[in-house]
């Protein structure tokens, strides 16, 4: 947020201020590593993707009963592929990548766990390159930064 503001100015843009959500995930995020890590280690993989996921349906709930969800698919058959997708997204993408990450958690440990949040800026350039977009040097640095970060914390 410091560099946005640097570049950019607080005046630049009237909701700045929704950029501490992305502070507050990233704090929340590690916490989870740590809380699954040091309570939760005894649980399967399955069981811990299945209690987050529930208890993430029950906080979506609200927001699906009190929006038009219902009455937009009483019309055309397009919703329903939206939703095919959505639902396979979410269990292929959300389900299976927790069961991976929970059981790597397990396995190999918190820190290294959370390493590999740290090979996503790679995946990112490379759809990137792949859709043709432009790639310029401050990304090629940044992303050596990462991993250079990340091969500091992983060196013994």
């Known amino acids: 947020m410091i560099f ?49 996921l529930f208890f993430m349906g029950l906080f979506a709930l609200p927001v699906l009963l009190t929006s038009d969800f219902l009455a937009t698919f009483q019309a055309a058959e397009r919703p329903w592929m939206s939703l095919a997708a959505s639902c396979t997204l979410g269990l292929i993408g959300t389900g299976l990548a927790s069961l991976l990450f929970y059981q790597l958690i397990r396995s190999a440990g918190a820190i290294f ?40 914390v992983n060196r013994k």
């Open 4 to 52: 946005l503001f640097l570049a950019k100015g607080v005046d630049a843009n009237a909701y700045w201020y929704y950029g501490f959500l992305v502070i507050l995930a990233t704090a929340c995020y590690g916490l989870n590593i740590a809380l699954v890590h040091h309570y939760l280690k005894d649980f399967q993989s399955l069981q811990l993707v299945s209690i987050s």
């Open 113 to 152: 766990a959370s390493m590999v949040t740290y090979g996503l800026p790679v995946v990112a350039i490379g759809w990137g390159f792949l859709a043709g977009e432009s790639i310029n040097g401050w990304q090629v640095l940044c992303l050596g930064v990462i991993m250079g970060g990340v091969y500091l």
